[in-house]
């Protein structure tokens, strides 16, 4: 009988609408991703944000709940952002993303590599990135911030009929619809009135396994759940699987390398349970893990499964450390001169099917920023306070509340 199975998937992603895959005639190895040494003191950190992440995630789900994120889909959205924050947002936003030790500078590079050089590792692996920026168009954006984006996310920008809610949100989610091979068909819901600019990040990814399973030798079995009833389900099976292992404490690691060995997926399945194991995993216990797996030619046997997920990251990145972000004391100053906008909210959508062939996943993360105030109206339909004031000194002469109009 299987026990209860966790994944926790860390591997790839990248921008600017990159896209690379199919048949790989020359059967060509394909690269090594190359970092500076800067650069390769980012990864540590990004990971830290990665279980971070996703173990506040965890603690949202029922025991019974499947779930998949791509923390690099949010942390593109979310770096894209920050370029437009200042002072203490600024501030915040960074040390929530672990990119505190870094400079600006040294995170857009970093990123701008991984957009350039991860499409390009394996042929064989589809691997398309995308970010983009849509705003208002009565809304100023500073050039500044569209330059910093498109020069280092390769962002795609446009102005959109905010007035449109519908046709703008159908033009969003078109696009995200086009860059997830149509796994993430909508992540704008609607636009509200005070809503200035969405930044979008998404992430396709399809690769086959370095091993494939045979169809043939798939099986019904029953998965043990977490209140250890079963279910009947699919499980794949192969005898003999280059791959690398681990066992710590009753833990089984398994990771498992997709077509040319350049991307692999991470299985982990404690001996309890595995939702209080995932509240406990942060960067040091990960780093252990990894540390453990060593090469071996072994059987193995998984389940096959396909499921998509969503949920809003608004108060998971708010407990975090970035509240302000959200607040009337944001500063976005960098945005739009004079500031007056915040986030409003950050949403996550992610896919994965996972069978006899390889892996199929997408991602697309959405940050909203909008007025920090509701959206100014003249039409005073509801109380409000008033005074008659001196113009030039701005003496006040009267001041007064009106709840109802009707009354004398």
């Known amino acids: 009988m299987a026990r209860k199975l966790t994944l926790l998937c860390l591997g790839i992603l990248t921008i600017a609408a990159c896209k690379k895959g199919g048949v790989n005639p020359n059967n060509d190895p394909g690269k090594d991703l190359v970092l500076s040494a ?7 950190p990004g990971n830290a944000f990665t279980l971070k992440l996703f173990k506040a995630d965890v603690g949202t789900i029922a025991n019974n709940q ?7 889909s949010v942390s593109f959205a979310m770096n894209m952002t920050s370029n437009g924050a200042n002072g203490q947002t600024l501030t ?15 995170v857009n590079s970093y990123y701008h590599n991984l957009i350039t050089n991860l499409p390009d590792l394996d042929p064989n692996t589809t691997l398309k990135i995308a970010n983009s920026i ?8 500073l050039p500044a911030f569209i330059k910093t984006n498109t020069d280092f996310y390769n962002a795609e920008v446009k102005a959109l009929d905010f007035n449109d809610k519908t046709g703008s949100a159908n033009t969003i989610n078109s696009w995200v619809s086009a860059q997830t091979n149509n796994k993430i068909q909508k992540i704008i819901e609607q636009i509200n009135d005070g809503a200035r600019m969405f930044l979008i990040n998404a992430i396709y990814f399809k690769s086959t396994w370095k091993t494939r399973f045979d169809a043939a030798r798939t099986y019904k079995a ?3 759940l977490a209140d250890n009833s079963t279910v009947q389900t699919d499980f794949m099976t192969n005898e003999s699987v280059d791959m690398k292992t681990a066992y710590d404490n009753g833990t089984n690691v398994v990771e498992l390398p997709y077509s040319n060995s350049k991307y692999s997926m991470v299985m982990i399945m404690p001996y309890d349970d595995v939702k209080t194991y995932a509240l406990g995993l ?10 453990k797996l060593t090469a071996t030619k072994s059987q193995i046997t998984i389940p096959k499964f396909k499921f998509s997920y969503g949920i809003d990251l608004t108060d998971i990145l708010k407990s975090l450390g970035m509240g302000i972000a959200f607040s009337g004391q944001a500063d976005f100053s960098r945005i739009a001169a004079g500031g007056g906008v915040g986030i409003t909210e950050v949403k996550h959508m992610a896919y994965i099917d996972v069978n006899e062939d390889g892996t199929e996943a997408a991602a697309a993360t959405e940050v909203g920023v909008g007025l920090t105030a509701p959206a100014p109206t003249n039409v005073f339909s509801k109380p409000f306070i008033f005074a008659i004031r001196e113009m030039k000194t701005g003496l006040i002469l009267f001041a007064g509340i009106v709840n109802d109009p009707t009354k004398n």
């Open 134 to 141: 849509w705003y208002a168009n009565n809304f100023t954006v």
């Open 92 to 106: 915040d936003i960074r040390k929530t993303m672990e990119v505190d030790g870094f400079t600006e500078d040294q």
């Open 222 to 224: 029953p998965f043990r």
């Open 282 to 291: 942060d960067s040091a216990k990960w780093k252990s893990l990894m540390g």
């Open 38 to 44: 800067t650069e390769q003191q980012q990864v540590g």
């Open 66 to 72: 499947n779930l998949i994120i791509s923390p690099l």
